[in-house]
């Protein structure tokens, strides 16, 4: 997909001209801009030198469509909550602060899981891990070696499946394997490269480009 003129595209996408289609990831990235949200995400890519807004966005559109309605409601059967879908069962102190309501909240608490994901995988490196399923069985395995593009989409995966995803990529297995839809990370990755480019369409490969089908 090529990304069109932002100029065309922001009065063609005007939320006070028209209602946001936001099953478009073009309506919704503007949308999230007049709301003001882009800068939030950009404050928190800050927080790792491997993170980017780009990437946070891709997120956040892969798991509430970047819908302010998740400011007020919750999600995933009542377990996701914000624009970020942060777990009640994984954090139920936050969700239980009512932080989830604000777009800045959720998107800074978003970066910080996604960078405790990645941090867990790499404590995990050479490693005897053990995961439970939800079936209640066991699986124990020796974590992989991993670095570098395999390890931002694996993390990405494990935002939505937890370890799972680096027992996978250590198995040898699709990291996607265990994650919704079995595409997780490769479609938020494909989404990042196009959020990237409207963000600045001079750097539009932003290394995920591999990713972009």
């Known amino acids: 997909m090529s990304v069109k003129d932002p100029a065309t595209l922001i009065e ?58 998740y400011l007020s409601v919750s999600g995933d059967k009542g377990n996701g909550f914000g624009i970020m879908q942060v777990d009640k069962r994984s954090y139920p102190e936050w969700v239980s602060s009512g932080e989830w309501k604000d777009a800045r909240s959720c998107i800074e608490k978003g970066a910080e899981i996604l960078i405790a994901k990645r941090t867990q995988i790499l404590d995990s490196i050479s490693h005897t891990c053990t995961l439970t399923s939800s079936k209640g069985e066991k699986v124990t395995f020796i974590g992989k070696s991993i670095s570098g593009e395999d390890l931002v989409r694996t993390s990405v995966a494990a935002y939505n499946c937890g370890l799972w995803a680096y027992y996978h990529y250590s198995m040898g297995n699709d990291v996607d394997r265990g994650t919704t839809g079995s595409n997780y990370s490769r479609d938020v990755l494909s989404k990042a490269v196009m959020f990237s480019g409207l963000l600045d369409p001079d750097r539009f490969d932003f290394g995920y480009r591999k990713w972009y089908a």
């Open 12 to 69: 063609s996408t005007s939320t006070s001209q028209r209602s946001v289609d936001y099953a478009d990831p073009l309506q919704a990235f503007y949308a999230a801009q007049g709301a003001g949200w882009i800068p939030y995400f950009e404050a928190a890519a800050k927080k790792a030198e491997w993170l980017s807004a780009a990437l946070l966005i891709g997120v956040g559109y892969r798991e509430s469509w970047l819908n302010p309605k």
